[in-house]
């Protein structure tokens, strides 16, 4: 006791010294030997009988802390005071013992030097019984198995395992060597948590993490009210594919040719694939082709000279493709474009160069072209509307979004998304019956997704009460079904198998009697247009098909 560089007395719990070293004295500047609490001044008495009632208590005395801790011996106590000379020493003792997690120090032999109380409630001893104790003795004695202690030794660094204790408890269990200046293990630091509590973390930190995830889609979902941006949702196959390709068309520089029927989402895809690549530091412009008089297009699209024409800005003006530049250039209905404007177009999409209307300098931009068309562009190349080399220049990357009939499985998540966005906008809780959802995958969409998501605005704001039911839904909706229902008239019983043949053949012959063109059979018989293809095939060898064939 008196080699310690602290001072220490024991006392009984009437307040007898028991012992004490001779650094207590020291610090507590008296003579020593003394025998009795009352030889000491004032406040250290009240503090030791403040310990004698709460079990601990904490004091300065000038320059040196004190404390003095109960402890239970048997049917009696006795008080311990420790005399901190060092302020630092003491602030330590006390973030170890407010540590969440028990820490546990050894010397490099796994001797213990110091532990926090928290470890009486983990091991089911005290401070006073472990210090000293060597870890290996503490195992072999199952006090908490496995040690880690010849594992830090051995490995010289950080190790972590799952201790069991006598008490019945599971630990996470960290050993941290430290060194000294000779490489030496000098000290061991082992931190150890309940598995239970680092379970109930995780719980905690998995609904923290919801919560999250529940914020952020609510603020996302509120930005894109705010600013009208929209987010893309789909759960098809289909557009599954389409989106993979998008990712992998997003970060290159490579035209784009968007093919889709109107309302499919080929400006929600033009806009997705600028986002997702490298120039969404800049704008993307979308210009409607066919929504500007073909006098207007090239000026708009290529920019003017100063006196280019009369009723012309003085100062000249951008267009478009210069405006875009460093970022993305959306050509929506690309097909509406007259066949000159076809050639400017072309010429900038191979040199990366123009000249403004009424100029002669070339000017470079650096301006990523996307372009969209609802049009069959390679029937419009045959009957010589589009110019062949700028659809094969525009169709570097072909990108077919598929009709909205065609990939019913995206339905239930429009409707879902079209709602919760429709909610928020109007501060509604409107939700969607069963039946009405059955009627809406039923339906052919023409207008694809801009229609779904019309009606569903429509329903949303005309539907009484919180659900929409089937008696908000519009006649041709329902008519819809029962003419699916009706369908075809059977007169006489034949074998199923020759009655589907039958019943295809006439399908496919009539298809393409009328349309003379495979994609366009594909769209009316609402099947891939490879299909119509192989049912060709299989039906030509006779009959009209194959008459009709050979006069192509
Ligand atoms: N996958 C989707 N997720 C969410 N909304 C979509 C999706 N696809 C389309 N929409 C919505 O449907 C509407 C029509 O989309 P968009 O204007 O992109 O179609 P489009 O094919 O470019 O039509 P058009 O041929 O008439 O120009 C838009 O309001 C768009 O936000």
């Known amino acids: 006791m008196n080699d310690s560089s602290f001072g220490s007395t024991v006392f009984s719990k009437e307040g007898h010294v028991l012992c004490h070293n001779d650094a207590a004295a020291d610090l507590l500047s008296m003579e020593g030997p003394f025998t009795n609490i009352n030889q000491m001044p004032d406040d250290v008495q009240n503090t030791f009988f403040k310990c004698s009632l709460e079990g601990g208590a904490d004091h300065s005395f000038g320059a040196v802390r004190l404390h003095f801790q109960r402890v239970e011996k048997q049917k009696e106590y006795r008080v311990l005071l420790i005399v901190y000379n060092d302020p630092h020493y003491f602030e330590l003792e006390q973030i170890i013992n407010q540590s969440f997690d028990e820490i546990l120090v050894t010397d490099g032999d796994g001797v ?6 928290k470890c009486e409630e983990l091991y089911g001893l005290s401070e006073e019984v472990l210090i000293g104790q060597k870890t290996a003795d503490l195992a072999n004695r199952h006090v908490f198995t496995p040690s880690l202690t010849p594992v830090v030794q051995k490995e010289k660094k950080k190790v972590s395992c799952i201790q069991g204790t006598r008490t019945g408890k599971r630990l996470y269990v960290i050993g ?27 719980s905690r930190l998995q609904q923290t993490e919801n919560l999250l995830n529940q914020y952020r889609t609510e603020l996302r979902q509120l930005r894109q009210l705010v600013s009208g941006e929209k987010e893309v949702v ?10 993979q390709l998008a990712a992998k068309v997003a970060p290159v520089d490579s ?21 997702e690549g490298n120039r969404n530091n800049n704008k993307i412009i979308e210009i409607n082709c066919g929504a500007i008089p073909e006098n207007l297009i090239e000026s708009e699209l290529f920019g003017y000279e100063k006196g280019a024409f009369t009723g012309a800005n003085k100062a000249g003006k951008k267009g478009v493709i210069e405006l875009a530049d460093g970022g993305t250039l959306f050509l929506d209905e690309v097909a509406d474009l007259s066949l000159n404007v076809q050639v400017k177009l072309l010429q900038f999409l191979q040199d990366s160069c123009f000249r403004r209307v009424g100029g002669n300098e070339p000017i470079h931009v650096n301006t990523r072209i996307i372009a969209a068309t609802n049009q ?7 009957e010589k509307k589009f110019r062949e080399d700028l659809f094969y220049r525009l169709n570097v990357v072909p990108m077919m979004i598929p009709p909205l009939r065609h990939r019913k499985d ?3 998540v429009l409707v879902d998304h079209f709602l919760t966005q429709l909610n928020l906008k109007y501060q509604m809780n409107k939700r969607i019956s069963d039946d009405v959802y059955q009627y809406l995958l039923r339906y052919h969409w023409p207008g694809n997704v801009r229609e779904l998501e019309n009606l569903i605005e429509r329903l949303v704001v005309t539907c009484e009460g919180s659900k929409v039911t089937i008696e908000g839904l519009p006649t041709y909706l329902i008519d819809y079904k029962s003419h ?5 008239v059977v007169k006489d019983i034949i074998p199923l198998k020759q009655a589907v043949e039958d019943l295809e053949r006439q399908l496919v012959t009539q298809a393409y009697l009328k349309y003379k063109n495979t994609y366009k059979c594909a769209e009316a018989l609402q099947v891939n247009q490879s299909t119509v293809v192989r049912k ?7 009959g009209k098909l194959k008459n009709l064939l050979t006069e192509n």
């Open 112 to 117: 213990i030097t110091k532990v926090s109380k």
């Open 176 to 202: 941290n060597p430290i060194f000294d200046d000779d490489g030496e293990i000098y000290r061991i630091v082992f931190n150890s948590r309940e598995v239970s509590e680092i379970e109930m973390l995780e």
């Open 234 to 243: 789909y759960q098809s196959n289909e557009m599954k594919e389409v989106f």
């Open 255 to 275: 035209t784009v040719l968007i093919a889709g029927e109107t309302g499919v989402g080929k400006g929600v895809m033009a806009r997705y694939i600028h986002q």
């Open 376 to 382: 069959d562009l390679p029937q419009l190349v045959k």
């Open 410 to 412: 995206d339905i239930a």
């Open 484 to 488: 699916i229902q009706e369908g075809i």
């Open 536 to 542: 060709i095939k299989k039906y030509a060898k006779h």
